[in-house]
């Protein structure tokens, strides 16, 4: 039996999508036939504190559905601080670096990028002629955060670039969440094993959705409620029409001025509920007629992979994050593309929207994720190339 261990920096039972498509991959993996560890720190994120029933450990040793999860050390926070965040990124290497000493590495070891730092601790540990390094890239750093503001461009921004390049150089293989990703690493280095790996789920229905066609327009909105998302600036913005209700589901830096802008507007048809379970959310799209893709601007190798889930329930997509994700919605119809920030259009696109039209558009899109978001055929090219 192959051994394949996976370094994260998140893991369940914290929330998120990097979270989510780990698990999912490992358990996949495991499913295969494979002896699957995970290396990750104690889960922390996004509250920046150790979860309880964790504090007071430096190791954690778990089995969760045939996957051994060894949790790590590390300085956890959420703070703005970009020394803190460092601190926290070079805590957890250090915790690898000793974990690295006194266990024999896996056969094949895949790294989840970013954080950066992390990426670039792990390969520096496991890269060798001996074993095979896989680099999972699902967002473009430091790109991503120039994109996003968090990031200026100077000495600290080109360390990172540098870093950037020297995982890939030193990476067997790269998965990569999206084709933009792809063509960035390809730029770089051109003769580079790449695999295209988005994060399509495997989902199993047990009924079909009841919604009266007599009940509101009801919008869903669940992930994290952070800068890169605004919700909050949204919400502010956002001109819902009698018959609209937009529910939010979630966590994360921008609730508690979320909640506190709620309470002091009349946005009465706004609710936000805070954060539930995956089989919760399941629940939550069979039972809600359009869900809300949004970002404050595009961020290249981004592809929002709430998308493919969403598409498996039949839910429209309100999508407004521009980027690969934008074509991907467009090319399978699978809802509404709006620009980023644009609240007019936004506001526009609320005003037209009806129940029976939503309810109509289900299977057709239900059929077109069916045939094209498909986990077993995307895991199979994983597969083999692992095995090559």
């Known amino acids: 039996m192959k051994e394949i261990c996976i370094v994260t920096n998140y893991f369940p039972p914290e929330t998120g999508a990097a979270s989510n498509r780990i698990s999912f991959l490992a358990t996949l993996l495991a499913k295969k036939g494979y002896k699957v560890t995970v290396l990750c720190p104690l889960p922390n994120y996004p509250k920046g504190q150790i979860f309880k029933g964790y504090r007071r450990s430096f190791f954690r040793k778990e089995a969760q559905a045939n996957i051994s999860v060894h949790r790590l050390w590390l300085y956890a926070t959420n703070s703005k601080n970009k020394w803190k965040r460092l601190f926290s990124m070079l805590s957890f290497s250090v915790s690898l670096l000793f974990y690295r000493c006194f266990k024999k590495p896996a056969e094949v070891v895949i790294i989840q990028s970013p954080p950066l730092l992390i990426a670039y601790s792990a390969i520096r540990l496991y890269a060798s002629k001996k074993k095979k390094v896989i680099l999972n890239v699902s967002d473009l750093w430091p790109q991503a955060g120039l994109d996003l503001g968090?990031?200026?461009?100077?000495?600290?921004?080109?360390?990172?670039?540098?870093?950037?390049?020297?995982?890939?150089?030193?990476?067997?293989?790269?998965?990569?969440?999206?084709?933009?990703?792809?063509?960035?690493?390809?730029?770089?280095?051109?003769?580079?094993?790449?695999?295209?790996?988005?994060?399509?789920?495997?989902?199993?229905?047990?009924?079909?959705?009841?919604?009266?066609?007599?009940?509101?327009?009801?919008?869903?909105?669940?992930?994290?409620?952070?800068?890169?998302?605004?919700?909050?600036?949204?919400?502010?913005?956002?001109?819902?029409?009698?018959?609209?209700?937009?529910?939010?589901?979630?966590?994360?830096?921008?609730?508690?001025?979320?909640?506190?802008?709620?309470?002091?507007?009349?946005?009465?048809?706004?609710?936000?509920?805070?954060?539930?379970?995956?089989?919760?959310?399941?629940?939550?799209?069979?039972?809600?007629?359009?869900?809300?893709?949004?970002?404050?601007r595009p961020i290249l190798g981004s592809v929002p992979s709430k998308i493919f889930e969403i598409a498996h329930f039949g839910l429209p997509i309100l999508y407004m994050a521009g980027g690969e994700g934008e074509h991907i919605v467009k090319e399978h119809a699978l809802g509404y593309v709006?620009?980023?920030?644009?609240?007019?259009?936004?506001?526009?696109?609320?005003?037209?929207?009806?129940?029976?039209?939503?309810?109509?558009?289900?299977?057709?899109?239900?059929?077109?994720?069916?045939?094209?978001?498909?986990?077993?055929?995307?895991?199979?090219?994983l597969l083999n190339a692992i095995e090559a």
Do not use: W
């Open 150 to 296: 968090a990031l200026k461009k100077g000495k600290f921004y080109n360390y990172l670039k540098a870093i950037e390049a020297y995982n890939y150089t030193k990476a067997d293989m790269v998965m990569g969440q999206s084709q933009e990703i792809l063509d960035h690493v390809r730029s770089i280095h051109p003769q580079k094993e790449m695999v295209l790996y988005r994060n399509f789920p495997d989902i199993k229905f047990n009924t079909d959705p009841t919604i009266s066609i007599n009940a509101p327009v009801k919008i869903i909105y669940a992930g994290l409620l952070g800068v890169a998302q605004g919700i909050l600036e949204l919400c502010k913005h956002i001109k819902l029409p009698e018959n609209v209700e937009l529910h939010i589901y979630g966590d994360g830096p921008e609730k508690q001025a979320l909640l506190q802008y709620l309470n002091s507007d009349n946005k009465n048809n706004i609710i936000c509920h805070g954060e539930v379970s995956k089989s919760e959310l399941h629940t939550l799209y069979e039972n809600h007629h359009i869900a809300l893709v949004p970002l404050v």
């Open 338 to 381: 709006i620009n980023t920030q644009d609240y007019k259009e936004l506001n526009e696109a609320l005003s037209t929207l009806k129940v029976k039209d939503l309810l109509d558009n289900r299977n057709e899109i239900k059929a077109m994720a069916k045939k094209y978001f498909v986990i077993e055929k995307q895991l199979q090219q």
